[in-house]
């Protein structure tokens, strides 16, 4: 966020969102303003209307499985909030954090936004934390253009290099036979526990739609 927007700047964010988001923004100097959703994500005209009326260049957003709505993006507001964004003049972070927790049953996975922005909008962010272990604190970022080497100027000050032990770890895992066995795993497990969770919500609050 830092090397996006300057302290005081205005950063749009999805609302609802995680008390992370606001945080880190806030810690960095930014005034998160939020952009309402509904079941199919981010509304666009709403967006657009935040744009006009803060001057943001910069919007965080989760179109994969948003924390804490659930909610993905619909296939018609893509490019929509990708067009609004670039009319703005504006960088569009994709914090796509969930992609790897899929229920085992999962259909199809729409792909990043990033790989829809042939502009260098999109600043793709991923990890592999929460798919292995919160002590793995390895990610990756994608960007395009000017803003990559301000982006790895930040980095270089603020972290100088991922650990080496942590940076061997990562691709023993990710190059290993054992990773596919693994997501496979994950998956399976979290069909599990979504199906528990149903079967207690039918049961405690049938008025509820599932």
């Given at each position: 966020?830092r090397?996006?927007?300057?302290?005081?700047?205005p950063v749009?964010?999805?609302?609802?969102?995680?008390?992370?988001?606001?945080?880190?923004?806030?810690?960095?100097?930014?005034?998160?303003?939020?952009?309402?959703?509904?079941?199919?994500?981010?509304r666009?005209?709403?967006?657009?209307?935040?744009?006009?009326?803060?001057?943001?260049?910069?919007?965080?957003?989760?179109?994969?499985?948003?924390?804490?709505?659930?909610?993905?993006?619909?296939?018609?507001?893509?490019?929509?909030?990708?067009?609004?964004a670039?009319?703005?003049?504006?960088?569009?972070?994709?914090?796509?954090?969930?992609?790897?927790?899929?229920?085992?049953?999962?259909?199809?996975?729409?792909?990043?936004?990033?790989?829809?922005?042939?502009?260098?909008?999109?600043?793709?962010?991923?990890?592999?934390?929460?798919v292995?272990?919160?002590?793995?604190?390895?990610?990756?970022?994608?960007?395009?253009?000017?803003?990559?080497?301000?982006?790895?100027?930040?980095?270089?000050?603020?972290?100088?290099?991922?650990?080496?032990?942590l940076?061997?770890?990562?691709?023993?895992?990710?190059?290993?036979?054992?990773?596919?066995?693994?997501?496979?795993?994950?998956?399976?497990?979290?069909?599990?526990?979504?199906?528990?969770?149903?079967?207690?919500?039918?049961?405690?609050?049938?008025?509820?739609?599932?």
């Amino acid at each position: 966020l830092r090397a996006l927007a300057p302290p005081g700047a205005p950063v749009l964010v999805e609302s609802p969102t995680y008390p992370g988001m606001l945080a880190v923004a806030r810690a960095t100097g930014l005034r998160p303003v939020p952009v309402p959703m509904d079941a199919d994500g981010i509304r666009p005209e709403l967006l657009a209307d935040a744009f006009r009326a803060t001057g943001a260049r910069v919007l965080v957003t989760q179109p994969l499985f948003q924390n804490p709505t659930g909610a993905t993006l619909a296939p018609a507001r893509r490019p929509e909030v990708l067009a609004i964004a670039r009319a703005a003049g504006a960088f569009v972070i994709e914090d796509d954090f969930a992609r790897r927790l899929v229920h085992e049953d999962a259909g199809p996975l729409p792909p990043p936004l990033a790989a829809d922005d042939p502009d260098g909008v999109v600043v793709h962010v991923c990890s592999l934390t929460k798919v292995t272990s919160p002590s793995l604190r390895v990610g990756a970022l994608a960007a395009r253009g000017p803003v990559l080497e301000r982006l790895r100027a930040i980095q270089v000050v603020d972290s100088f290099f991922v650990p080496r032990p942590l940076q061997e770890a990562a691709l023993e895992l990710v190059g290993s036979p054992a990773w596919g066995r693994h997501l496979a795993a994950v998956a399976a497990e979290l069909r599990g526990r979504r199906t528990v969770m149903a079967t207690a919500l039918r049961s405690e609050l049938p008025a509820l739609a599932l």
